[in-house]
C-alpha cells in the first residue's frame, strides 16, 4: 500500500537493476499444481510471483529450491516416506522440525518424480539442492523415479497420489562428514554421482549446493 509495486519494479528493471522475488512454502502445497485437499490457501508457484508483483515473466530467472531428500509436515500424501529408523535419521541430522511450532517433519527418500513435475511446472532454468551433507553416512541412497503403473510423465495429484508406490533407482552412498564442504572436486564421488543423476532426471541443471547452516557452506557450479 506504499507504492505501486510494479511501477517501482519495472523501473527497477529497466535501469539495469536486479530483483529478487523469494517463494514461500513450495510447490506441492499450491492450491492449482499441489496435493490438493492438503495444500495450503495461496500460490506457490514461480509463475504466480509474476502476477503478483505486475511484471512479465520473460525477465526472469527461475531458480528451483529442493532438499537433497524429501519432507512434509503434516497430513497429506507422501509417497517416499521413511517410518524407519532412516526416517528418524535424516530428521535428526537435518533438524527437520518446524521453527515455530517444533513439530517434526515427515521424512524421505527424494521424490525426483515429483521434483521433475516441480521444475517443469515452476519453468526452472535452475537448481539449488540443499541439505546433501545430511545424507553423507548412509550405505545407500533411494531416488524415486517414477511410480507403479502411471506412465511416464504422468503426475497424480491430490488423494490418489497416496496410492502410488514408488519405484526407486538405488545409488552408492559415500562415507565421511562433507558438512561445510565447499569444493565440488572434494566431494565423495559417490556424492557428485548423486547431483548429477538428479540433474539428469529433472531436467536442469544443479547449480548450488549446500552443505550446511551456514550462509558460506556453499558449492557453486557454473559449468
Avoid at 537435518?94 to 517444533?102: D, V
Avoid at 550405505?139 to 504422468?154: A, F, Q, R
Wanted: charged letters at 20%.
Amino acid at each position: 500500500m506504499a507504492s505501486d509495486v510494479g511501477l517501482l519494479i519495472g523501473s527497477i528493471l529497466d535501469e539495469g537493476g536486479t530483483v529478487i522475488a523469494e517463494g514461500a512454502q513450495g510447490t506441492l502445497l499450491d492450491p492449482d499444481h499441489g496435493t490438493y485437499p492438503f495444500v495450503t490457501s495461496g500460490s506457490c508457484t514461480a509463475p504466480y510471483a509474476f502476477q503478483s508483483l505486475g511484471i512479465g515473466p520473460l525477465c526472469a530467472e527461475v531458480a528451483g529450491v529442493v532438499k537433497a531428500y524429501s519432507t512434509r509436515v503434516g497430513a497429506g500424501p507422501f509417497p517416499t516416506e521413511l517410518s524407519d529408523e532412516t526416517g528418524e535419521r535424516l530428521r535428526i541430522r537435518g533438524n527437520e522440525y518446524g521453527a515455530t511450532t517444533g513439530r517434526p517433519r515427515r521424512c524421505g527418500w527424494l521424490d525426483a518424480f515429483l521434483m521433475r513435475y516441480s521444475v517443469r511446472v515452476n519453468g526452472c532454468s535452475w537448481i539449488a539442492l540443499t541439505l546433501l551433507d545430511v545424507l553423507g553416512g548412509l550405505p545407500e541412497l533411494k531416488v524415486c523415479t517414477g511410480y507403479e503403473g502411471i506412465p511416464d510423465g504422468e503426475v497424480r495429484m491430490g488423494r490418489g497420489l497416496a496410492q502410488c508406490r514408488p519405484v526407486y533407482r538405488t545409488l552408492p552412498g559415500w562415507t565421511g562428514d562433507i558438512a561445510g564442504e565447499r569444493s565440488w572436486d572434494a566431494l565423495p564421488a559417490a556424492a557428485r554421482d548423486y547431483v548429477e543423476f538428479v540433474e539428469r532426471f529433472c531436467r536442469a541443471p544443479v547449480r548450488l549446493i549446500s552443505t550446511g547452516p551456514d550462509r558460506d557452506d556453499v558449492i557453486v557450479r557454473l559449468d
